[in-house]
């Protein structure tokens, strides 16, 4: 006896129409479900080819297949998934459950109509039916242990996870699912009674029919018809309610994973052309959001990662990027959606500044991405809170010391507000050459404002000056032609002050042929990677540490021994440094560099648990450097607790902000603990 079964087995001619009739209905309920929320999406305004090109989707011909790899690697292999213990185990047992019993009822429905044509076309049979039995018995136990593990976690319910009522008939639904699909398994094979391997191809299933082992043969086909109509009404119920619950997440994660930004740390432009045709800046009501920013809302799970990743949450700021996600959601369900997409600003619909989203939510937000890098499915509240600021400023609704530093910016070129004629004071003594006094310089030093003005990052920018003297690199810096780069503006909202630094500064890059640049801030690192392109910008730009670091792989800074590090050192990854570009491994074989000459002085680089792409923020992106913060609430403090929960006695950085945060973090708890750029470090090192 060839091992198989018939699709429609013990299930009558008019029970098979009804049930294709149901399927049909069902369909049609899931159809209008997604329809209705692919309308709200609409009310967005369309994905330009300019906004596609300035967000990454540049070179078209190559933007749908790293797309669909993307979501074959984060959507279907779950990469954003892992990493997280059992909750992430769960998940990718109930998701691969899931989708294999899909597949195997879909092949099973292909199966019926094939044979139905021909029956030597039917495949259900054989090797092929004893494996696929197996498979749906194995999968389907995946699927409930998921199922079970969850429910669980339900019943815990951790801060964090979102809790809504349909959560419950989800879970059930599914459990209920994976029961009575083994109950209609095990009755079959007691009333089919499968002979040789046929018999023990469905392990589970034989169990169960273990349980009915005393039914007639009548019996079990009756049981087994009402339960077969049972499964196939919740499977009919769950199709149908897919839209009206959180799984739509399933429909419209995958899609959101294709059309998301690929890369972080970057912005969308906005012109003056934009400006005028809406007669508004930034975002003010859902409708000037844009399509795919709306479809991300749909996309969110509420699995609460991006809120225990978020260091505003964290220090009992009012920001959680998943309620911020949330309250543009339930916004988007009530717009009315009667607004054409990219009308002007003064549409009707109701405005998120007027209830929505608090102002204080606006600006708690360090703009470190951590949100949008532990996200499975891409959400990017970042950006959307960003493209609120943009419209908060062009409002003029920022104020205190934020819109000072702004006011600096616009007009002495830095946040300090210091003449032009003091940038290059840092270097007195030190011989640095001015770029229009060396023009064949080769690389372009590129302080930025903290090293030139702060009295703390002077330190280090004299310290990496000198370590370029020593190591013979031809060099020369701008002094009073250099300005802000206008990463702070952009990202608190003043898109068109950004744009104006950036063609002042991209003019002077020209005038001089500059073509590399090395700086030792991560914010002024990424403005020029990832924000001056959008506008013709395109350098070589590199962090000091990875430029030290080739130096002394050149053996252009050579290491003695003897005269290391006397005391452990750990090591804070910047946000804009580690998270946003992936410069992390420099710095630490920088550090380590100067402990292999170093001896028994250096007791090791002592890691943070927070580190490298998962680092946490020193609390001064976004702006926030230039903002006033409660003592109760400082980002720095909760991370200069983790570092020196390590036991170090130096804390390095990269990245004057993080400099200032850490060294105010660490000074209210301990008075033992210095904290140093890696420069510096290296510097002491060599007695520069």
């Known amino acids: 006896m060839i091992p198989t079964r018939e699709t429609f087995g013990n299930i009558p001619p008019a029970s098979v129409v009804a049930f294709y009739g149901l399927a049909v209905v069902s369909m049609v309920v899931f159809g209008v479900g997604v329809w209705r929320r692919f309308r709200l999406w609409r009310q967005g305004v369309p994905v330009s080819t300019g906004q596609l090109v300035a967000g990454g989707f540049s070179q078209l011909s190559n933007k749908w297949k790293s797309a669909l790899c993307r979501v074959l690697k984060e959507g279907v292999g779950q990469a954003r998934v892992r990493g997280r213990g059992m909750v992430s185990c769960a998940h990718i047992t109930l998701f691969l459950g899931f989708m294999v019993l899909l597949l195997g009822t879909t092949l099973l429905e292909v199966d019926h ?10 495949f259900h049979q054989g090797l092929f039916y004893v494996g696929y039995e197996f498979t749906m018995d194995v999968f389907g136990v995946l699927f409930l242990g998921g199922c079970l593990f969850f429910l669980g976690r339900r019943i815990r319910r951790p801060s964090s996870v979102g809790h809504r009522a349909t959560d419950w008939y989800v879970l059930m639904s599914f459990l209920a699912i994976g029961v009575t699909g083994y109950l209609v398994e095990g009755l079959r094979l007691v009333w089919q009674h499968p002979m040789g391997i046929g018999a023990s191809a469905s392990p589970i299933g034989l169990l169960v029919a273990g349980w009915f082992g005393s039914m007639t043969v009548a019996g079990a086909r009756s049981a087994h018809l009402w339960i ?17 619950t959180r799984l739509i997440h399933a429909i419209v994660g995958p899609l959101n994973l294709l059309l998301a930004q690929p890369t972080l740390g970057k912005m969308v432009p906005v012109t003056v052309e934009d400006v005028e045709r809406t007669e508004r800046i930034g975002v003010a009501s859902i409708p000037h959001f844009n399509r795919q920013q709306l479809l991300s809302l749909d996309a969110c799970m509420e699995c609460g990662r991006c809120e225990e990743a978020c260091p505003a949450f964290a220090t009992g700021k009012p920001l959680s990027p998943k309620a911020l996600v949330q309250a543009l959601k339930g916004a988007m369900s009530t717009s009315p959606g009667a607004v054409p997409a990219g009308g002007n600003g003064a549409c009707p619909v109701p405005g998120l500044h007027e209830g929505v989203i608090a102002a204080d939510t606006l600006w708690s937000c360090t703009a470190c991405s951590a949100c949008v890098r532990v996200c499975p499915v891409r959400v990017d509240p ?6 609120m600021r943009r419209n908060r400023v062009g409002e003029s609704e920022l104020s205190g010391t934020a819109a000072t530093a702004l006011r600096r910016m616009q007009s002495s070129g830095n946040p300090w507000g210091l003449p032009a004629a003091d940038r290059a004071n840092w270097a007195e003594g030190l011989d640095i050459p001015l770029a229009k006094d060396h023009p064949d310089f080769d690389v372009l030093y590129w302080v930025g404002c903290a090293g030139s003005y702060d009295r703390r990052a002077q330190r280090v920018a004299r310290a990496f000056a000198k370590l370029l003297k020593k190591a013979g690199v031809n060099f020369a810096i701008l002094g009073r032609e250099e300005k802000c780069t206008g990463d702070s503006a952009r990202r608190l909202g003043d898109e068109f002050l950004f744009q104006e630094l950036a063609q002042e500064n991209m003019a002077t890059f020209a005038r001089y ?27 070589e730009v590199v962090h000091h540490t990875q430029f030290l670091q080739q130096l002394i792989a050149g053996g252009r800074l050579k290491l003695e021994d003897g005269k290391g590090l006397a005391e452990p050192t750990t090591y804070h990854d910047p946000c804009y440094l580690a998270r946003v570009n992936g410069i992390h491994q420099a710095p630490r074989e920088l550090l380590m560099g100067v402990a292999a000459g170093s001896g028994s002085h250096l007791n ?15 609390g001064a992106g976004g702006g926030r450097m230039w903002m006033e913060e409660e003592a109760g609430q400082r980002v720095c403090s909760l991370r200069a607790k983790e570092a020196l929960a390590t036991g170090a006695k130096t804390v390095a950085v990269g990245c004057p902000f993080c400099l200032t945060m ?27």
């Open 662 to 688: 850490m060294t105010d973090g660490v000074a209210t708890q301990s008075d033992s603990v210095q904290v140093k750029d890696v420069a510096e470090i290296l510097a002491d090192r060599l007695n520069l």
């Open 513 to 539: 042929k500059v073509r590399k640049i090395v700086t030792h801030c991560p914010h002024c690192l990424n403005s020029l990677v990832a924000d001056y392109p959008q506008f013709g910008g395109n350098y």
């Open 604 to 618: 090791g680089l002592r890691e943070m648990a927070r580190r490298r792409e998962t680092t946490f923020c020193c």
């Open 113 to 122: 109509l094939a044979s139905g044509i021909s029956a030597g076309l039917k």
């Open 228 to 244: 077969w109509w049972f499964h196939s009404l919740l499977v009919f119920g769950f199709i149908a309610s897919l839209p009206f």
């Open 382 to 387: 970042l950006t959307l809170l960003t493209d």
